[in-house]
């Protein structure tokens, strides 16, 4: 029998939609694939991501924090040349790294306008 599961596709709460796809889009290159009802599906070079309205900001918290989304990547440097103009442009704070972290990845950190981050990262080495 043929494979069923697909992918994990991870999804995003979000305050408010459009900001949300301005900054997705706009800053990270992701290509709104589908959108309607306080939802969109969002591409980026073949990584889906689910975006999700919530007009009650107590129902999220205000704003909503403590997700964090991991985009695993060939090379962080291309993602950099793709990106990297955009991102300065970000406040202070929303963008760390990239940084070789001691479990075998290099990363890219980047805190998106309703405070989920987004990191992508690169396999450098085997953790040991």
Same mark, same amino acid.
């Not at 992701?30 to 073949?46: D, H, M, N, P």
């Not at 950099?80 to 990845?105: N, T, W």
């Not at 890219?108 to 990262?121: E, K, Q, S, T």
């Given at each position: 029998?043929?494979?069923?599961?697909?992918?994990?596709?991870?999804?995003?709460?979000?305050?408010?939609? /459009?900001?949300?796809?301005?900054?997705?889009?706009?800053?990270?290159?992701?290509?709104?694939?589908?959108?309607?009802?306080?939802?969109?599906?969002?591409?980026? /070079?073949?990584?889906?991501?689910?975006?999700?309205?919530?007009?009650?900001?107590? /129902?999220?918290?205000?704003?909503?924090?403590?997700?964090?989304?991991?985009?695993?990547?060939?090379?962080?440097?291309?993602?950099?040349?793709?990106?990297?103009?955009?991102?300065?442009?970000?406040?202070?704070?929303?963008?760390?790294?990239?940084?070789?972290?001691?479990?075998?990845?290099?990363?890219?950190?980047?805190?998106?306008?309703?405070?989920?981050?987004?990191?992508?990262?690169?396999?450098?080495?085997?953790?040991?």
């Amino acid at each position: 029998m043929p494979a069923n599961t697909l992918q994990i596709t991870p999804f995003m709460h979000v305050a408010e939609l /459009e900001p949300a796809l301005a900054f997705l889009t706009d800053t990270l290159e992701f290509s709104v694939r589908l959108k309607g009802g306080g939802y969109a599906y969002l591409e980026r /070079e073949g990584a889906g991501l689910r975006i999700l309205e919530h007009g009650d900001r107590t /129902e999220l918290g205000s704003p909503h924090r403590g997700f964090a989304y991991y985009i695993d990547v060939a090379s962080l440097d291309v993602v950099l040349d793709q990106l990297g103009s955009k991102l300065k442009r970000l406040p202070a704070g929303d963008v760390y790294g990239p940084i070789d972290q001691p479990y075998g990845q290099r990363e890219l950190m980047i805190r998106a306008p309703d405070g989920n981050l987004l990191v992508f990262g690169q396999a450098i080495a085997t953790a040991t």
